[in-house]
């Protein structure tokens, strides 16, 4: 009731705040740890090893949206970015940490465990702010990625820099692996085993046995296998000892072809989004505030180290990688925190002998109040450094295939909405150069014959390349609403005499399009409503010449009402009445036009008609 409280409390504020839930969530955990309200107090630690499962949840998900064939064109990134920061992260922080008169072998360690960065809080902030596809996005996953496959070197590299002196009297050892008894060259064959179980099991023995259930009808039957798959591959992975998030992963990709992926993902993401909150709160509750107000330059000052190393390091390696400046920023500031994998690297370090308890006391706290700080420094970074930053200079902006083309017409988005434009005036030899941003769509469309150019159709240097100067038309069919918004002041700005035709979601985007000055807006469901209507009507038993002048009439009425109701949309009460008054007015028309033209047909004969289609 506590967390749950909490959590219902918090998350809604810190949403309304523009903070993002994941802030609104450790917020949570530190008013009712120990640091505030004392409603939970060590218990909380022990909570965070369960919570952490949702952390594994979310990994498997990724993967399910992640086909084998996009992780495939992924490696660059994956390899180079993410292994270039892991090295160079280790690196940098290894020789801060013995400038600090740290011991060789604690350095390392050290640097190896601040190099990890936080999936959960990165991921879900990033998806929140709808971020994941952008270049900042794929190059923070890309990172992620790596970590996560990194952390089984890490863990072999781990017991040769133990110290014995450090190591506590009682000894331990990690009663999870039972492997660790093994030769290594058994273990590394146990290691390989269990992850080719993974794959082959979702691979071959999954798909019937979901086939089976989902004939049962028993939908939380579904639910409780979704849950023993990620149950039982998560106890495999801590078996071996292995990233029990890594083994998720790759079973959620193997599933991603799967005719049962969507039902996966939605079966499996309740218990995900509620245990990834129960992970943030249980991270906020363990800060331990006694021992940063008792040591407050300290901690501050290797907070503040840490996430400014990080960060210079991966600010460094997105211009090599040919980030823009504002993406740039993004990835950089979203990765730039010590992950939740710390906490448990931490106390095997603990364990082993391998750092102190005064080290790992005082990092576990700027571990966590790092994660805690993340979600505020993204929320920054959007509000100044985004919002007053220049545009990107051409020399920072990403490659394109963009070649020089003479055609009347531009279309910028060749998804299902630009592509049944660019068929029809195809078919009738109307040249157009067509742009579009994602690569994968790109790529398909090219082996299926289409001339389609990879490129950000709101970059003025790339339209003039596609020739903006010279076309006549350009169709403005992208599905993202600020990018369509960002197109259309970058045309009006460089190419004035380029007549726009638009594409819009809804009336509500079709305003925010009319604000703009554009003329020639087209709703994306209006036509294809109009003509379900119409056969509505027809079956009903109307003259199919009756049917279409009334679709013709609505539709009239309905654009010519729009430019009223764009003019009161932001006062409610005003809005509300003008609705009403149009579909009065609507009404008295279509009744006006019926009575005059006498279209109506007569009740028909035949009462089974009005079934036929």
Known sequence: MIYLAAAVVMVPLAKKAGLGSVLGYLLAGIIIGPACLHFIGEEGEDLMHFAEFGVVMMLFVIGLELEPMRLWRLRKSIAGLGGLQ???????????????????????????????SSTAIVLQSLQ??????????????????????????ILAIFPLLVNEANIPAAGSSDHHNLVGELPAWMQTGVVL????????????????????????????????????????????????????????????????????????ESDIDPFKGLLLGLFFIAVGATIDFNLILSKPLVVLGLVLGIMISKMLVLRLL???????????????????????????????????GILTKDITDIMVAVVAISMALTPLVIWLNEKLVLHFSDKA??????????????????????????????????????????????????????????????????????????GATRAKLIVIAIG???????????????????????RASNRFDAYDLMNEGILNIYRETLDTSLRVGVD?????????????????TFFLHDEKALKHLSAVRNDDNEYLLAVRATFEELSRMMEADREATNLDTAEPKDKNCMALG
């Open 86 to 116: 892991v090295c160079i992260t280790i690196g940098v922080i290894a020789g801060l940490a013995m400038l600090l008169k740290v011991d060789w072998k604690q350095s390392v360690a050290l640097g190896m465990i601040i190099a990890m």
């Open 536 to 552: 509505v009507l027809k079956m009903l038993g109307h003259s199919a010449e009756a049917a279409t002048r009334s679709a013709k």
């Open 193 to 264: 085993g269990s992850v080719a179980v993974v794959i082959l099991t979702g691979r071959y023995l999954m798909r019937p046995v979901f086939r089976f259930i989902a004939k049962t009808g028993m939908r939380e039957m579904f639910t409780a296998m979704v849950l023993l798959l990620v149950v039982g591959i998560a106890v495999l992975m801590t078996t071996v000892g292995l990233s029990p998030a890594l083994g998720a992963f790759l079973a959620g990709v193997v599933l991603a072809n799967s005719e049962y992926r969507h039902e996966l």
């Open 318 to 352: 997105g211009r090599i990688f040919g980030l823009t400046r504002d993406q740039n920023a993004i990835f950089s500031t979203a990765l730039c925190q010590v992950g939740e994998f710390a906490f448990v690297l931490f106390s095997f370090s603990s364990q082993a």
């Open 480 to 502: 993202d609403e600020e990018k369509r918004l960002e197109m259309i002041e970058t045309i009006k700005k460089h190419f004035p005499n380029l007549r726009m035709l638009v």
């Open 393 to 466: 200079a051409p020399e920072d902006l990403p490659p394109s295939d963009v070649a020089e083309e003479d055609n009347p017409v531009i279309i910028a988005g060749y998804g299902h909405f630009g592509t049944t434009i660019g068929r029809f005036l195809n078919a009738n030899k109307i040249g157009t150069t067509v742009l579009d941003i994602n690569s994968d769509n790109v790529d398909w469309l090219r082996r299926a014959g289409f001339k389609v150019y990879y490129g950000d159709a709101s970059r003025h240097d790339l339209l003039e390349i596609a």
């Open 128 to 153: 929140e702010k709808g971020l994941m596809k952008s270049s900042a996005g794929q190059s923070s996953f890309a990172v992620l990625l790596f970590q996560d496959i990194a952390v089984i070197p």
